[in-house]
C-alpha cells in the first residue's frame, strides 16, 4: 500500500511527545542552574600574574625620573622556527635619577604613572662581579718547615 493511501490514525500512533517539540519549552528548564553559595577560590593556588616583572638594560636615562629600557627575549621565527631575539623599549619610573645607561634593571608591573609607564625600575644585582679576594701577608714573621731544617 503506498504512503500516500495510509490512514491519518496510522500516523498519531508514530507521534513524538516531548516537551522541546516546535520551541514548546518552558523557559526554566533552558536555564542554567543557579547556586546560591559560590565557592570561594582556592587559597594554596597563587593568582595568575602575567608579565608582572621583566628584566632589561636602561637605554635612554636624559628625561627626569624616567628612563627606557630595553627588553630582549627570545622568540620563534614563524617561518624558519630558529629562535631570534625580539626587542622591545618600555619607559618605567626612576623616582630618584639613579639609573644610568648601560645599567640593567628590572621592570615591576604597577599602576600607569602616565600614558605609556606602567613599570618601575628596580635596580639588579651585577652578575660576573668577581669577590674581593682575601688579602694574604707575603711573610707573617714565620719560618716555613723547609727553613727550620
Partial sequence: MPLLQLPLSHFKALA?????????????????????????PPSFLPTIRAMRSL???????????????EVTRLAPHPKYKRRVRKKKKYQ?????????VGDVVQLEKCKPISKNK????????????????????????????????
Fill in 16 to 40: 513524538i511527545s516531548t516537551p522541546f517539540l516546535h520551541g514548546s519549552s518552558p523557559t526554566t528548564l533552558l536555564t542554567k542552574p543557579i547556586s546560591s553559595i559560590s565557592p570561594p
Fill in 55 to 69: 628584566q632589561g638594560r636602561v637605554v635612554c636615562a636624559t628625561s627626569d625620573k624616567t628612563v627606557a629600557v
Fill in 92 to 100: 618605567a619610573h626612576d623616582p630618584d635619577n639613579r639609573f644610568a
Fill in 118 to 149: 606602567t613599570f618601575l625600575a628596580v635596580p639588579v644585582a651585577k652578575r660576573n662581579v668577581p669577590k674581593a679576594r682575601e688579602v694574604v701577608p707575603q711573610d707573617i714573621g714565620l719560618p716555613l718547615e723547609s727553613q727550620q731544617a
